[in-house]
C-alpha cells in the first residue's frame, strides 16, 4: 500500500470497518488474515493513523481470536508473521495484555515455536523470524506484573518453560531463558529457582556446550545472572565447575558481547561472597611442575582486559577487580587474621597487573560512578604492602598520574583524562551517562579526592622509599592542601621532567 493512500484509509472510517471484522465470530480464517493484512498495512509507519483509531474499537477478547488463527489449518508462514505483528500490536495496550495473560494465550503462542519447526529440512530464515517475533512477544509480556501473578514458578506452562531449556532447538532455549529469566525478579523466585529447581545446572549445561548458539548463550547468562543476585543462592551457584565455565568465555575468538555478559555475571557471583573470591583464585592446573599453575583464573580475565578492544568489557573488568578487593576487605571481619593475608597476599602476588583495569576507571570522564569506584578500590589496595606496590606501578604512567594530581588539587593539570567513546553497548553500568545536579557532582568530586588523599598517603607511608626523590616531593606536596592552577601545572612539570630525564 502507497503512503499517501494511509492516512485517507483511516480517515475514511475502513480502518474502523476492518478492526470490526476482528470482533465478529464464525468468520472465516481466510477473510480474517486478509482484514489483518489491511490493518497492518494502513497503521504502518502512520503514527497519527494509528493512534486515532488503533485498536479502540475492539473488545478485549479480539486479541485471542487473533491468536486462534495461528491454530487454523493451512495457515502460510508468511501470514503466520502477519498475525504474530498484529497480536504484539494488540500487546500495546494493557487491557489487551491482561486478556492475554488471564486466558493462557502465552501457553497457545509458546507451542506455535513448536508448530514451526519443519520436520524435513532445516530452518530456514523466514521460520527464524517469525520465532523470533514469538520470542520477543513473550519475552515482553512475561515483564509484566500480571504475568508472575498467573505464572508461579510451580505453573505448568514455567514446567513447560523449564524442559525447553535442554531442547536442541536454539529458540527454544533463547525464549525458555528470556521468560524464566523475567520470572527470576524477586528474591524468593530466585531461591526456589536455585534450590527447588536447580535451574543454574542447567543454565551451566547451556553455556558449557560447544554447539550452543551465541544468542543462547547470552539469554542463559543473563538469566543465570539474576538466579545470583540473592546472596543465600551466590555460594551454590558459584563452584569450580561454574568458574571454569565462565572462565572458558574469555578465549580471543569469543563474540565481546558474550564476554562482557560473562564478567558481568562474574562480578554478580563475587559480590559479597568470599568463597567464589577463592574460586577464582585457584590454579588452573594442580600440577606445581605445570606453567599453568602459577596462573589463576583471575589472571585469564586480566589477560581478556588486555586483549579486547570492546569498553564495556574493560570496564567490567575493572569493576569485578574492585568487587574482589571489596568482599575481602568486608571478609576480614569473619575471618582469621592468616586467612584474610593469604588472599590478600595470593591476589597481589600472582596479579601483577591487578590494578592496571582501576587505571582505565579513573583515567575517563564519562562516567563518574565508574571512575569512584576506581579510586574507592585503588585506596583499599594500597592500604597493603603488596597492594601499595601494584598501585604504585599504574602511577608510573605519567597520564595515569596526572589524573591523580588533577582530582587532588581540582585543577585540570594537563589533558590527561582518556576519552571513554566507546559505546558501552550491552553494559549494566551503573556508571552510565545520567544527569546529576550540580551538588551531587561536587559530592563525588570531594569523595574522589578524598579516596586519593589516602592513595597518595598510604602509597608514600609503604612505598615511599622505592620512590624516586621528584615523585615523593610531588606527592608529598599533594597532601598539603589547595593548590592553585599554576601550582597543579607546575607539580605536573615536575613529574614530566622525571620522565625525561629517564
Same mark, same amino acid.
Given at each position: 500500500?502507497?503512503?499517501?493512500?494511509?492516512?485517507?484509509?483511516?480517515?475514511?472510517?475502513?480502518?474502523?470497518?476492518?478492526?470490526?471484522?476482528?470482533?465478529?465470530?464464525?468468520?472465516?480464517?481466510?477473510?480474517?488474515?486478509?482484514?489483518?493484512?489491511?490493518?497492518?498495512?494502513?497503521?504502518?509507519?502512520?503514527?497519527?493513523?494509528?493512534?486515532?483509531?488503533?485498536?479502540?474499537?475492539?473488545?478485549?477478547?479480539?486479541?485471542?481470536?487473533?491468536?486462534?488463527?495461528?491454530?487454523?489449518?493451512?495457515?502460510?508462514?508468511?501470514?503466520?508473521?502477519?498475525?504474530?505483528?498484529?497480536?504484539?500490536?494488540?500487546?500495546?495496550?494493557?487491557?489487551?495484555?491482561?486478556?492475554?495473560?488471564?486466558?493462557?494465550?502465552?501457553?497457545?503462542?509458546?507451542?506455535?515455536?513448536?508448530?514451526?519447526?519443519?520436520?524435513?529440512?532445516?530452518?530456514?530464515?523466514?521460520?527464524?523470524?517469525?520465532?523470533?517475533?514469538?520470542?520477543?512477544?513473550?519475552?515482553?509480556?512475561?515483564?509484566?506484573?500480571?504475568?508472575?501473578?498467573?505464572?508461579?514458578?510451580?505453573?505448568?506452562?514455567?514446567?513447560?518453560?523449564?524442559?525447553?531449556?535442554?531442547?536442541?532447538?536454539?529458540?527454544?532455549?533463547?525464549?525458555?531463558?528470556?521468560?524464566?529469566?523475567?520470572?527470576?525478579?524477586?528474591?524468593?523466585?530466585?531461591?526456589?529457582?536455585?534450590?527447588?529447581?536447580?535451574?543454574?545446572?542447567?543454565?551451566?549445561?547451556?553455556?558449557?556446550?560447544?554447539?550452543?548458539?551465541?544468542?543462547?548463550?547470552?539469554?542463559?547468562?543473563?538469566?543465570?545472572?539474576?538466579?545470583?543476585?540473592?546472596?543465600?543462592?551466590?555460594?551454590?551457584?558459584?563452584?569450580?565447575?561454574?568458574?571454569?565455565?565462565?572462565?572458558?568465555?574469555?578465549?580471543?575468538?569469543?563474540?565481546?558481547?558474550?564476554?562482557?555478559?560473562?564478567?558481568?555475571?562474574?562480578?554478580?557471583?563475587?559480590?559479597?561472597?568470599?568463597?567464589?573470591?577463592?574460586?577464582?583464585?585457584?590454579?588452573?592446573?594442580?600440577?606445581?611442575?605445570?606453567?599453568?599453575?602459577?596462573?589463576?583464573?583471575?589472571?585469564?580475565?586480566?589477560?581478556?582486559?588486555?586483549?579486547?578492544?570492546?569498553?564495556?568489557?574493560?570496564?567490567?573488568?575493572?569493576?569485578?577487580?574492585?568487587?574482589?578487593?571489596?568482599?575481602?576487605?568486608?571478609?576480614?571481619?569473619?575471618?582469621?587474621?592468616?586467612?584474610?593475608?593469604?588472599?590478600?597476599?595470593?591476589?597481589?602476588?600472582?596479579?601483577?597487573?591487578?590494578?592496571?583495569?582501576?587505571?582505565?576507571?579513573?583515567?575517563?570522564?564519562?562516567?563518574?560512578?565508574?571512575?569512584?569506584?576506581?579510586?574507592?578500590?585503588?585506596?583499599?589496595?594500597?592500604?597493603?604492602?603488596?597492594?601499595?606496590?601494584?598501585?604504585?606501578?599504574?602511577?608510573?604512567?605519567?597520564?595515569?598520574?596526572?589524573?591523580?594530581?588533577?582530582?587532588?588539587?581540582?585543577?585540570?593539570?594537563?589533558?590527561?583524562?582518556?576519552?571513554?567513546?566507546?559505546?558501552?553497548?550491552?553494559?549494566?553500568?551503573?556508571? !552510565?551517562? *545520567?544527569? @546529576? %545536579?550540580?551538588?551531587?557532582?561536587?559530592?563525588?568530586?570531594?569523595?574522589?579526592? #578524598?579516596? $586519593?588523599?589516602? =592513595?597518595?598517603?598510604?602509597?608514600?607511608?609503604?612505598?615511599?622509599?622505592?620512590? !624516586?626523590? *621528584?615523585? @615523593? %616531593?610531588?606527592?608529598?606536596?599533594?597532601?598539603?592542601?589547595?593548590?592553585?592552577? #599554576?601550582? $597543579?601545572?607546575? =607539580?605536573?612539570?615536575?613529574?614530566?621532567?622525571?620522565?625525561?630525564?629517564?
Amino acid at each position: 500500500m502507497a503512503d499517501s493512500w494511509r492516512l485517507p484509509f483511516g480517515q475514511s472510517g475502513l480502518l474502523a470497518l476492518f478492526l470490526r471484522v476482528q470482533t465478529i465470530q464464525g468468520v472465516e480464517n481466510g477473510i480474517l488474515i486478509q482484514a489483518l493484512k489491511f490493518i497492518g498495512n494502513t497503521c504502518a509507519d502512520t503514527d497519527l493513523s494509528s493512534s486515532q483509531y488503533d485498536l479502540v474499537a475492539c473488545p478485549d477478547d479480539s486479541v485471542q481470536t487473533v491468536v486462534k488463527l495461528l491454530q487454523g489449518d493451512g495457515v502460510e508462514l508468511d501470514d503466520m508473521l502477519l498475525i504474530v505483528n498484529m497480536i504484539s500490536t494488540f500487546l500495546q495496550h494493557e487491557r489487551f495484555q491482561q486478556h492475554f495473560v488471564e486466558h493462557d494465550l502465552v501457553n497457545t503462542l509458546l507451542k506455535t515455536i513448536d508448530m514451526s519447526i519443519p520436520a524435513d529440512r532445516d530452518l530456514d530464515e523466514e521460520v527464524l523470524s517469525f520465532q523470533r517475533a514469538v520470542t520477543q512477544i513473550l519475552s515482553d509480556i512475561s515483564a509484566t506484573g500480571a504475568f508472575a501473578k498467573r505464572y508461579p514458578i510451580d505453573s505448568p506452562f514455567v514446567h513447560d518453560l523449564i524442559e525447553r531449556l535442554a531442547s536442541p532447538q536454539q529458540q527454544l532455549q533463547i525464549c525458555s531463558c528470556l521468560v524464566l529469566g523475567n520470572l527470576a525478579r524477586s528474591d524468593a523466585a530466585c531461591r526456589d529457582m536455585v534450590n527447588r529447581l536447580n535451574l543454574h545446572d542447567r543454565l551451566l549445561e547451556i553455556m558449557d556446550d560447544q554447539k550452543t548458539h551465541p544468542q543462547a548463550l547470552f539469554a542463559a547468562l543473563g538469566f543465570l545472572r539474576n538466579l545470583a543476585l540473592p546472596a543465600e543462592n551466590k555460594p551454590i551457584i558459584g563452584t569450580q565447575r561454574s568458574t571454569k565455565v565462565i572462565s572458558s568465555f574469555w578465549s580471543v575468538d569469543v563474540n565481546p558481547q558474550i564476554q562482557h555478559a560473562s564478567v558481568a555475571l562474574l562480578r554478580q557471583l563475587l559480590n559479597g561472597c568470599i568463597g567464589n573470591v577463592r574460586w577464582l583464585l585457584e590454579s588452573l592446573s594442580p600440577d606445581p611442575d605445570s606453567p599453568a599453575y602459577e596462573k589463576t583464573y583471575l589472571s585469564l580475565l586480566l589477560l581478556l582486559f588486555r586483549r579486547t578492544d570492546d569498553v564495556a568489557t574493560k570496564f567490567e573488568t575493572g569493576r569485578t577487580v574492585a568487587t574482589i578487593c571489596r568482599c575481602i576487605s568486608s571478609s576480614s571481619q569473619g575471618l582469621p587474621p592468616e586467612s584474610t593475608t593469604a588472599i590478600w597476599h595470593r591476589l597481589y602476588g600472582m596479579h601483577l597487573d591487578i590494578a592496571t583495569p582501576l587505571a582505565m576507571m579513573i583515567s575517563q570522564s564519562r562516567f563518574p560512578v565508574l571512575r569512584s569506584e576506581g579510586w574507592f578500590a585503588l585506596a583499599l589496595m594500597a592500604r597493603l604492602d603488596e597492594g601499595s606496590a601494584a598501585v604504585s606501578e599504574v602511577f608510573q604512567q605519567l597520564d595515569v598520574f596526572g589524573v591523580l594530581v588533577s582530582t587532588i588539587t581540582g585543577q585540570t593539570a594537563t589533558s590527561t583524562e582518556r576519552p571513554a567513546t566507546a559505546t558501552m553497548s550491552g553494559s549494566d553500568s551503573s556508571g !552510565s551517562s *545520567i544527569d @546529576r %545536579s550540580p551538588e551531587q557532582v561536587q559530592e563525588m568530586k570531594a569523595k574522589d579526592r #578524598e579516596n $586519593a588523599l589516602v =592513595l597518595v598517603n598510604e602509597l608514600l607511608r609503604h612505598t615511599g622509599d622505592n620512590l !624516586s626523590d *621528584i615523585r @615523593r %616531593s610531588v606527592m608529598e606536596d599533594l597532601l598539603r592542601g589547595p593548590q592553585s592552577p #599554576e601550582h $597543579a601545572q607546575e =607539580l605536573m612539570s615536575r613529574a614530566q621532567s622525571e620522565e625525561r630525564l629517564e
